[in-house]
């Protein structure tokens, strides 16, 4: 498994989970990492991505300013801090990898995690 995705649960709204996203990726800092979302009947929407050094990061319109992607190289692993959380929030939410930023950013990456549901209650 290349990456593995853990954190998700149940929260209510207006509060916080933390996402973490372990790679078994060689050398870590070489690859863009990203999150994706996909609610149920709904197709999957971009989250957060980082580049390799954890400088560029970018957001889909409906998380900025409540979401924060972040990664530690020495640890191989992304986080995804998920604040002021919404029911339509709710979803199962992927992490992603690859050496390319542009194929992160079109969800057209090598790598993905197995998914962590998230569940917001209103």
């Known amino acids: 498994v290349q990456l593995q995705a853990f954190g998700g649960g149940l929260v209510q709204a207006g509060g916080s989970l933390r996402l973490s996203c372990a790679a078994s990726?060689?050398?870590?800092?070489?690859?863009?990492m990203g999150w994706f979302r996909q609610a149920p009947g709904k197709e999957r929407e971009f989250v957060a991505i980082?580049?390799?050094?954890?400088?560029?990061?970018d957001y889909g319109d409906s998380v900025k300013g409540r979401f924060r992607i972040s990664r530690d190289n020495n640890k191989s692993t992304v986080t995804l801090q998920m604040n002021n959380l919404k029911p339509e929030d709710t979803a199962v939410y992927y992490c992603?990898?690859?050496?390319?930023?542009?194929?992160?950013?079109?969800?057209?990456?090598?790598?993905w995690g197995q998914g962590t549901l998230v569940t917001v209650s209103s």
């Open positions: 980082i580049g390799r050094s954890g400088v560029s990061t």
């Open positions: 992603a990898g690859d050496l390319s930023y542009s194929r992160v950013a079109a969800a057209s990456n090598e790598y």
């Open positions: 990726l060689p050398t870590f800092s070489r690859y863009t």
